[in-house]
């Protein structure tokens, strides 16, 4: 989606920007980062109709979307998995937490065990954790935990790019004001790399 696409339409809300940010700053751990507008939370409508209340992932276009009654969403923009790392599907949330702690996988400490070796014991929660200040767990029927995880960042200069091992990431302070408003057993649904049409006008 570009900017233009959506603004020109008169189909997004925009406040000053975009969607205002929680009241977190009692938190001195969170900082509410100056990013670009078009990485701000907006209100725009959808193309196609999507059941309200479910999450739906656009990687092409870094797009996260909680939808809303008729035809609308909240867009946020995230970081995403790099090539080879996305795995699209449909998931639901099956746990949520609050300062999670975070360890890495079997397949990454193989995959990078120079990075993430050291880490293989774990990392309490807390503002340089690599899941940030939230996270939704994601859950398939049958195999339960994917390791997948829609979590924070207190790092915005990975928001917009290919950075993760599989996982979506928002800016804390986004992630703060999306996490109180999904529960679990939410619907996610994580699409297709490329070859598909943005899911909005």
């Known amino acids: 989606m570009k900017r233009r696409d959506f603004i020109g339409s008169g189909l997004a809300i925009s406040v000053a920007g975009g969607i205002a940010a929680p009241a ?31 999450l739906h992932l656009d990687p092409g276009q870094f797009a996260l979307y909680w939808t809303l009654p008729k ?4 867009r946020y923009t995230v970081g995403v998995g790099r ?12 746990a949520k937490k609050k300062w999670p702690s975070w360890t890495p996988t079997p397949d990454m400490i193989s995959r990078e065990p120079e990075t993430y ?4 014991e774990g990392v309490p929660g807390g503002i340089n954790n690599p899941l940030g200040a939230r996270a939704l767990y994601l859950f398939q029927p049958g195999r339960g935990d994917t390791f997948l995880r829609i979590h924070g960042t207190n790092i915005p200069s990975t928001i ?14 986004q992630l703060i004001e999306l996490y109180d408003k999904v529960p679990l057993q939410t619907r996610v649904v994580l699409h297709e790399m490329a070859g598909a049409p943005p899911p909005h006008s």
Do not use: H, M
């Open 117 to 120: 070796e050291q880490f293989a």
């Open 160 to 173: 917009g790019r290919r950075v993760s091992n599989g996982c979506a990431r928002l800016v804390n302070y």
């Open 71 to 74: 035809k609308k969403a909240i």
């Open 24 to 54: 977190i700053a009692q938190d001195s751990r969170i900082r509410q980062f100056e990013l670009p507008e078009e990485q701000l939370p907006r209100e725009v409508r959808l193309k196609a109709k999507f059941e309200p209340y479910e």
């Open 83 to 94: 090539t080879g790392l996305y795995e699209p599907g449909e998931f639901y949330v099956g």
